[in-house]
């Protein structure tokens, strides 16, 4: 499975960002792919994901109700809609897929890419 994030940048407080991931390999009904994030000196977070075949989401307890997942099956791209960021946001975010998250070990990850929200 290959992942490719993109769509971070710089927003202020308050501001809405969507991040997207495009998706491709083989087998994807049986994989989750997910959203997970690390700031300067913590550790890397799970935010969200979605299980590929059935299209159902599920939410870490740090955002749920802020984030949200989704997916195009057209494009074989997930999403991040991050909506009310706040500058404790700021962190590189990552996708990554295995057959379920989170885990210990996940398999594939996608580059990072940097959200930075102002105050």
């Known amino acids: 499975v290959q992942l490719q994030a993109s769509g971070g940048g710089l927003v202020q407080a308050g501001d809405s960002l969507r991040l997207s991931c495009a998706v491709s390999?083989?087998?994807?009904?049986?994989?989750?792919v997910g959203w997970f994030r690390q700031a300067p000196g913590k550790e890397r977070e799970f935010l969200a994901a979605?299980?590929?075949?059935?299209?159902?989401?599920y939410y870490g307890d740090t955002v749920k109700g802020r984030f949200s997942t989704s997916k195009d099956n057209a494009k074989n791209t997930v999403f991040l809609q991050m909506n009310s960021l706040e500058p404790e946001d700021t962190a590189v975010y990552y996708c990554?897929?295995?057959?379920?998250?989170?885990?210990?070990?996940?398999?594939?990850w996608g580059q990072g890419t940097l959200v930075t929200v102002s105050s």
């Open positions: 990554a897929a295995d057959h379920d998250l989170p885990r210990n070990s996940v398999r594939y």
């Open positions: 390999g083989r087998a994807l009904n049986s994989y989750h």
């Open positions: 979605i299980r590929w075949r059935a299209g159902t989401t």
